[in-house]
């Protein structure tokens, strides 16, 4: 079972809509959760951090981590074809010598 | 303005050659790693340096070499040993050691054997 998994998609939503990504991991001592975002042939940009479990909302954006179930959710609200990219989930548990952990990434196309 | 500067941006290279990707930050961060990204199978990590002169493996890193020597460089060796070298090659940079921090990327060299 791999540390990270993430549906690939891709995912295709009409403008306004409402979209939800989610990553599972098996990995318990996982602390740092983030989601980046990458568009086209570029690198990867930090979208949301969230520590430990909770929510975290930024604009149209809400993060939420459920420890117990070792799920993470990112939430666009009102998505607009400017969020047309690949979204990444990343995770860590921050010891020395560890580095952050990656899914495959969703890839998400908003039509107008 | 502060970032990491990757180089080249296109790179074709012929079986059996080795080639050297460039990564440069101007951002003072201790921590820098590079990542392979293939479609369909998300970042993996082939090496990261946590500080100057020091550096260690990650999860794919048959067929590649690094150097820590400065710390606002961390070039990438591919060589003629890594099987299937066409990918697209991310550096990145941390001020935080151990994965914590938020990681900053460059545009990425991709990487085409002929």
């Known amino acids: 079972q791999k540390e990270v998994e993430q549906d690939p998609g891709p995912l295709s939503v009409p403008e306004g809509a409402i979209v939800s990504l989610n990553c599972t991991y098996s990995?318990?001592?996982?602390?740092?959760f983030m989601w980046y975002r990458q568009y086209s042939r570029k690198g990867p940009e930090l979208l949301m951090y969230?520590?430990?479990?909770g929510n975290k909302e930024d604009g149209r954006f809400t993060a939420q981590v459920d420890k117990s179930s070792k799920y993470i959710s990112l939430f666009i609200r009102d998505s607009q074809p400017s969020d047309s990219a690949t979204y990444l989930c990343?995770?860590?548990?921050?010891?020395?010598?560890?580095?952050?952990?990656f899914g495959k990434g969703t890839t998400l196309s908003v039509s107008s | 303005d502060g970032g990491i500067t990757q180089s080249p941006k296109y790179l074709f290279r012929k079986e059996g050659q080795n080639v050297t990707l460039s990564c440069e930050q101007n951002?003072?961060?201790?921590?820098m790693y590079w990542y392979r990204q293939d479609p369909g199978q998300g970042l993996r990590l082939i090496y990261y340096?946590?500080?100057?002169?020091?550096?260690q493996k990650g999860d794919i890193a048959e067929g590649y070499s690094v150097s820590r020597e400065k710390k606002e460089s961390f070039p990438l060796t591919v060589t003629s040993a890594q099987k299937n070298p066409t990918a697209f090659y991310l550096c990145?940079?941390?001020?935080?050691?151990?994965?914590?921090?938020?990681?900053?990327f460059g545009e990425g060299s991709r990487l085409t054997v002929l």
């Open positions: 990145a940079s941390s001020s935080t050691p151990g994965g914590a921090g938020e990681l900053f």
């Open positions: 990995n318990s001592a996982f602390q740092y």
């Open positions: 969230t520590y430990s479990s």
């Open positions: 990343a995770m860590t548990i921050n010891q020395a010598g560890t580095a952050l952990i």
């Open positions: 951002l003072n961060h201790d921590a």
């Open positions: 340096s946590q500080i100057v002169n020091d550096f």
